[in-house]
């Protein structure tokens, strides 16, 4: 190869390089905006079941409750047993 030539792919190897290196430090940025988005995620489903916790607990005492409502209406026979 001639000298020009040599010069030419050198000049793309560089511009090459450059873009490269500017990908791999997107990537890195990339890397960690998905770490901090998994964490979040994971404190979004922790939040989720602790409200389905709750919920359920509510629900046990609604059950309760009625049971409750059930045997007094049958003591005052308001209801058919």
């Known amino acids: 190869m001639n000298e020009s030539t040599e010069n030419l792919v050198l000049e793309h190897l560089k511009r090459i390089q450059s873009k490269l290196d500017a990908m791999a430090l997107d990537i890195g940025d990339l890397k960690v905006r998905m770490t901090t988005l998994e964490g ?13 916790t709750q919920i359920a607990s509510t629900n046990a005492r609604i059950d309760r409750l009625d049971e409750r409502v059930s045997r007094i ?3 005052l026979d308001l209801i058919e047993a």
């Open 73 to 75: 209406e049958k003591r």
């Open 40 to 52: 979040q995620m994971g404190q979004v489903i922790s939040h989720i079941g602790h409200l389905e």
